[in-house]
């Protein structure tokens, strides 16, 4: 029984030791990606679907590396004001509306867009608070 106690202990000590190595930076991307992921399930998952697939021909994946990538500086804008134009992703068109959600605050928008741009085998890291407020300037 002490072997055991003693086994979770040395494991334990060794985890913290490794969580401490992180930077504070790192830390901070982790813990946007977890609150972004939250933030996913009660606001985004009902249209966008629960791994981001999209639906059919209907709503678009949030899957798309390339295309996140590309309109990193936009995301804030539709995610905030909504979209009612033409995109493409994953070459594909879609045309449906997207509802604004305009009662979302600049860290949420920002968490979310971590989780996004994070996710499905993309690696863009951080995207903070003010990177959204200078982007929601810049919305059309």
Request: aromatic fraction near 6%.
């Amino acid at each position: 029984m002490r072997r055991y106690i003693l086994s979770a202990l040395v494991l334990l000590t060794i985890t913290t030791m490794i969580y401490s190595c992180q930077s504070a930076e790192q830390i901070k991307q982790d813990m946007y990606f977890a609150n972004g992921r939250d933030l996913y399930v009660k606001r985004c998952q009902n249209c966008h679907g629960q791994k981001a697939e999209g639906l059919a021909n209907l709503i678009p994946p949030l899957t798309d590396a390339r295309y996140l990538k590309k309109n990193k500086n936009k995301l804030a804008c539709i995610i905030k004001n909504g979209l009612n134009e033409k995109i493409i992703v994953n070459n594909r068109e879609f045309s449906e509306k997207m509802p604004a959600q305009s009662d979302l605050n600049d860290i949420d928008i920002a968490q979310i867009i971590v989780y996004l741009t994070n996710s499905n085998g993309s690696k863009q890291g951080m995207y903070n608070t003010e990177a959204v407020t200078a982007d929601l300037k810049k919305c059309k």
